[in-house]
């Protein structure tokens, strides 16, 4: 959608001074999640002198980068597994930090010609392509894929969603509907969590482009929202909107579906705007706690990188 040259020439015509573009960096990475700073990132590493370590303003670009790369592993794995039964490559994996291997996760059993199956099959190329993306504009710096578990995770979700009892397990790769389930829990996390970027966007041709990509993982939300919805998973949806409203702090702000009567596929407010939340917020549920600590989860010993704290509630 945007090439290299595309974002070198934005670059280059951009008034703003380092500090700012440092700044820019720093808003798009609280995306994290699908991808949403893979835009802006291609020049970054290279142009900032702080890239290996925080400056006196925050967490370098490379952190920042490294953050969404954790996330884009997490998600790669997913539905890379879920589609094909393999995840990414070996020599897409390794890098600074701890690496460490996937528990969990396996190909769906989707039904014959399934629609669902070809939704996810583009969307896993999607999510294997931000992962070459943004190790690429880290270089060297790019940290290894953590500890990933899409085992015990799914149950401990789905166990605080009410969906299942104790003593009973769930999994993701089951089936159709239990594979939709699953990816609701991450898609509109990463929507949310790349509209909490767009404040800080002052120049016109970064949010022309930065729009794109935010268009692009709400498009993967929309499908899997709207797939649900014809399959009457209101009710599961709803339940997994209010276990991450626990999760991410006291505020209300999670939608599910809808109801069988009316249907909610844009979660929105009274504008029509999507809400945002902040990297510590995405760790939360990422590590399926409300508590501020550096591992749990879908990351059993944390992500890699300087931005690993979830927040307190």
Same mark, same amino acid.
Request: hydrophobic share 45%; no cysteine.
């Given at each position: 959608?945007?090439?290299?040259? $595309?974002?070198? /020439?934005?670059?280059?015509?951009? *008034? %703003?001074?380092? +500090?700012?573009?440092?700044?820019?960096?720093?808003? =798009? #990475?609280?995306?994290?999640?699908?991808?949403?700073?893979?835009?802006?990132?291609?020049?970054?590493?290279?142009?900032?002198?702080?890239?290996?370590?925080?400056?006196?303003?925050?967490?370098?670009?490379?952190?920042?980068?490294? $953050?969404?790369? /954790?996330?884009?592993?997490?998600? *790669? %794995?997913?539905? +890379?597994?879920?589609?094909?039964?393999?995840?990414? =490559? #070996?020599?897409?994996?390794?890098?600074?930090?701890?690496?460490?291997?996937?528990?969990?996760?396996?190909?769906?059993?989707?039904?014959?010609?399934?629609?669902?199956?070809?939704?996810?099959?583009?969307?896993?190329?999607?999510?294997?392509?931000?992962?070459?993306?943004?190790?690429? *504009?880290?270089?060297?710096?790019?940290?290894?894929?953590?500890?990933?578990?899409?085992?015990?995770?799914?149950?401990?979700?789905?166990?605080?969603?009410?969906?299942?009892?104790?003593?009973?397990?769930?999994?993701?790769?089951?089936?159709?509907?239990?594979?939709?389930?699953?990816?609701?829990?991450?898609?509109?996390?990463?929507?949310?969590?790349?509209?909490?970027? *767009?404040?800080?966007?002052?120049?016109?041709?970064?949010?022309?482009?930065?729009?794109?990509?935010?268009?692009?993982?709400?498009?993967?939300?929309?499908?899997?929202?709207?797939?649900?919805?014809?399959?009457?998973?209101?009710?599961?949806?709803?339940?997994?909107?209010?276990?991450?409203?626990?999760?991410?702090?006291?505020?209300?702000?999670?939608?599910?579906?809808?109801?069988?009567?009316?249907?909610?596929?844009?979660?929105?407010?009274?504008?029509?705007?999507?809400?945002?939340?902040?990297?510590?917020?995405?760790?939360?549920?990422?590590?399926?706690?409300?508590?501020?600590?550096?591992?749990?989860?879908?990351?059993?010993?944390?992500?890699?990188?300087?931005?690993?704290?979830?927040?307190?509630?």
């Amino acid at each position: 959608m945007f090439d290299q040259k $595309f974002i070198t /020439n934005a670059m280059a015509r951009s *008034a %703003e001074d380092s +500090l700012d573009r440092r700044r820019l960096f720093r808003a =798009a #990475g609280a995306a994290g999640i699908g991808g949403a700073v893979a835009l802006l990132s291609a020049t970054s590493a290279a142009a900032d002198d702080d890239q290996n370590g925080d400056g006196p303003d925050g967490p370098s670009d490379s952190a920042i980068l490294n $953050f969404a790369l /954790n996330l884009e592993y997490l998600e *790669a %794995e997913f539905y +890379l597994r879920a589609v094909t039964g393999a995840g990414l =490559a #070996g020599n897409l994996t390794d890098g600074k930090g701890k690496k460490g291997g996937v528990t969990g996760g396996r190909q769906v059993p989707f039904t014959a010609g399934s629609l669902v199956r070809k939704y996810a099959v583009e969307i896993a190329a999607d999510e294997e392509a931000h992962v070459r993306f943004l190790r690429s *504009a880290l270089g060297k710096a790019a940290v290894a894929r953590p500890p990933i578990d899409l085992d015990a995770s799914f149950t401990a979700a789905a166990l605080a969603a009410g969906l299942i009892k104790a003593g009973q397990t769930f999994s993701p790769f089951t089936d159709e509907t239990s594979f939709l389930l699953g990816a609701f829990i991450f898609e509109d996390v990463g929507v949310t969590a790349y509209k909490g970027a *767009a404040p800080f966007i002052d120049n016109k041709t970064y949010l022309e482009a930065a729009a794109g990509i935010l268009a692009v993982e709400a498009y993967h939300a929309g499908i899997i929202r709207t797939t649900m919805y014809a399959r009457d998973l209101q009710a599961p949806a709803q339940a997994i909107s209010d276990a991450r409203d626990s999760l991410d702090g006291t505020s209300d702000l999670d939608q599910g579906i809808g109801t069988a009567q009316v249907a909610n596929l844009v979660p929105a407010d009274a504008n029509a705007l999507a809400f945002s939340r902040t990297p510590a917020q995405v760790l939360n549920i990422a590590y399926l706690t409300p508590k501020s600590v550096k591992s749990g989860g879908f990351f059993p010993d944390g992500v890699n990188g300087k931005l690993n704290r979830s927040g307190g509630s």
